[in-house]
């Protein structure tokens, strides 16, 4: 059964809309995914709900089977207006379900437990959510084994992240606020062959690098790059060749670009 909540100074409304900052994201441990297609892929993986609300206006068939869904999972489930619901949610025009989610914590150590030849995709402190969910989004696609960020990152647990990443947050491990000391003992450690996208002399063409090994790409912040001590304890420097006029490429696109030919690689070497 569902419970209406007709206030807005009811704790769990309370709760949901303090989730806009990261603050309180941190200090209740939970993370607000809003929209029909996260509510989906938060169901098929084994993350926590703690509970969901939705409007009670729906008539949505896609929502109205998912609120049924989630009765099934025995998950608390809040039903409420409008105007109470536009004060937990983030986006205009929204869906009309949300869910309050745990959050997942990873190891470095996860990376490894499912893949013999792990490919790691390494964010060296880009910043903004938009590129940092859209570069988890393509390396889930590509079948990575996990993503790594270092500090400096943006948190992976903001609205626009979860948004961007599409729900590949769900079902690839994301291991946050990495130590650039603790990713090279990680990638020594395990014999990971570390490539570093960057503007060098000394950088080789992406397409010219074999990606089909224990790999980690490196990408760096949208306006500085990969970190001085990140570039000279890579193995090698790549970058992508240009013929137009643009001075660079945007880091989700570098990453795509670059995330994928791995997988050609991978999939060339397997055929």
């Not at 703690?50 to 009670?56: C, E, T």
């Not at 490894?112 to 402190?125: F, G, I, Y």
Request: with cysteine; hydrophobic share 40%; aromatic share 8%.
């Amino acid at each position: 059964m569902s419970e209406v909540i007709t206030s807005l100074q009811n704790a769990h409304i309370k709760l949901a809309a303090s989730l806009k900052q990261k603050k309180y994201r941190d200090m209740h441990q939970v993370f607000i995914a809003e929209g029909t297609r996260l509510v989906e892929e938060v169901l098929k993986s084994d993350w926590e709900i703690k509970f969901a609300i939705y409007l009670d206006s729906v008539k949505n068939e896609r929502i109205l089977h998912l609120v049924d869904e989630l009765k099934t999972r025995n998950c608390a489930l809040y039903r409420v207006n409008q105007s109470i619901y536009d004060k937990v949610c983030e986006t205009k025009g929204s869906q009309g379900i949300l869910l309050v989610v745990k959050k997942y914590q990873y190891n470095l150590s996860d990376i490894l437990k499912k893949a013999e030849n792990p490919v790691v995709v390494v964010m060296d402190s880009v910043q903004d959510p938009g590129n940092v969910g859209t570069i988890i989004r393509t390396a889930d696609a590509a079948g990575c084994s996990g993503v790594i960020l270092t500090k400096g990152s943006a948190d992976i647990f903001n609205g626009k992240t979860v948004r961007s990443a599409m729900g590949a947050l769900f079902h690839v491990p994301i291991i946050e606020d990495v130590e650039t000391e603790d990713l090279l003992q990680f990638v020594k450690k395990n014999s990971i062959r570390t490539y570093a996208a960057a503007l060098d002399k000394t950088a080789k063409t992406y397409f010219s690098c074999d990606f089909a090994k224990p790999t980690a790409m490196i990408f760096g912040n949208e306006g500085n790059g990969v970190s001085d001590t990140l570039l000279i304890g890579a193995s090698e420097k790549v970058f992508i060749p240009m013929q137009g006029d643009a001075e660079s490429l945007n880091v989700a696109t570098s990453a795509a670009i670059i995330i994928y030919e791995s997988l050609r690689q991978r999939i060339s070497r397997n055929c």
